[in-house]
Each structure stands twice: as C-alpha cells, then as structure tokens.
C-alpha cells in the first residue's frame, strides 16, 4: 500500500540540527529505496523549513512509523510530528492509472 507521510519540523529544535545529520539521512534515504519512492523538503512561503514529505510503500501505517522512527533525524526532536496517510494514485507523468 502507498502511504504520504508528513514530517512536521519542531520549531523550538537547535537550527543546526537539520545540517548535522542531512548525511546521515540521505543515506538512510538511499538504504531504503525499495520502500521510500520519494523524499523532499517542506517550505514556508516565506522559505523557512517546515518539515517535509515522503511516498512510501509498505505494508501497514505501523511499518511506516517503524521506518520513520529508523531516520537519523528522528532521534534529533527535529520532528515535532508526524501524520501518516493511505494515498491512492490516480494520475502520473501525464497518464490516469484508474478508469472511471
């Protein structure tokens, strides 16, 4: 099952946080390829991080907590929270994946 996984960053977290440990969480990224379809930064309109979001394959929501909580940044209190969403879809590179 797909799943969108929201991170919300901890706004009182020390800035340097994010700079410390983005090696770290890269590779985990990368170590996890087969399961994490895609991973980016969150902003706000004003620029400032927000947190971030992630497409995961799994196969239930307490397997996508379990891997975010293996994330080198989860340790840090980076993350205030995070909300974890069944995602179907419907549209890619221009194409429906489901009929009507």
Known sequence: ??????LEDNPTADPNIRSTHMEAHLQ???SNVATI???????ESDNSGAGGIW???A???AGV????????FWPT????QIRVLKWTQV???GQRLVNT
């Open 77 to 80: 209190g980076l993350r205030a």
């Open 55 to 57: 497409i995961v394959t």
């Open 91 to 93: 549209f890619a590179n």
């Open 65 to 72: 907590h379990a891997l975010v909580e293996q994330d080198p």
């Open 59 to 61: 196969e239930s929501e």
């Open 28 to 30: 985990f990224l990368e």
């Open 1 to 6: 099952m797909k799943y969108v996984v929201l």
């Open 37 to 43: 379809e895609a991973a980016g930064p969150l902003f």
